[in-house]
Nanobody
Framework: EVQFVESGGGLVQAGGSLRLSCVVSGGVVNDYAIGWFRQVVGKEHEGVACISSSDGRTYYADSVKGRFTISSDNAKNTVYLQMNGLKPEDTAVYYC????????????WGQGTQVTVSS
């Protein structure tokens, strides 16, 4: 069973940067399209970015285009999300999961990593 372990979140001021990491276990990064999602309390998971490691194609939500960059390191079985120009509205718990569908309302989401952007 493939599992995702997220890390790299933290508290940052508006305009700052963070890099999130997602280590994939039980599977090979190259076999999946893997994405970053985020969730604010009381709302559904929102797709942020997605990468197909086999061919390098990427997708970004309009709200993060030009600020976030998704990448993968197949040798490390890891997917990254470089977040620049952070805004308070980027505050959320960030998760990685197969994209574009994610895990919906299931309990399969990982523990996530908290990103807090202060104004």
């Amino acid at each position: 069973e493939v599992q995702f372990v997220e890390s790299g979140g933290g508290l940052v001021q508006a305009g700052g940067s963070l890099r999130l990491s997602c280590v994939v276990s039980g599977g090979v990064v190259n076999d999946y399209a893997i994405g970053w999602f985020r969730q604010v309390v009381g709302k559904e998971h929102e797709g942020v970015a997605c990468i197909s490691s086999s061919d390098g194609r990427t997708y970004y939500a309009d709200s993060v285009k030009g600020r976030f960059t998704i990448s993968s390191d197949n040798a490390k079985n890891t997917v990254y999300l470089q977040m620049n120009g952070l805004k308070p509205e980027d505050t959320a718990v960030y998760y990685c999961a197969p994209c574009p569908a994610g895990y919906g309302d299931s309990d399969n989401w990982g523990q996530g990593t908290q990103v807090t952007v202060s104004s």
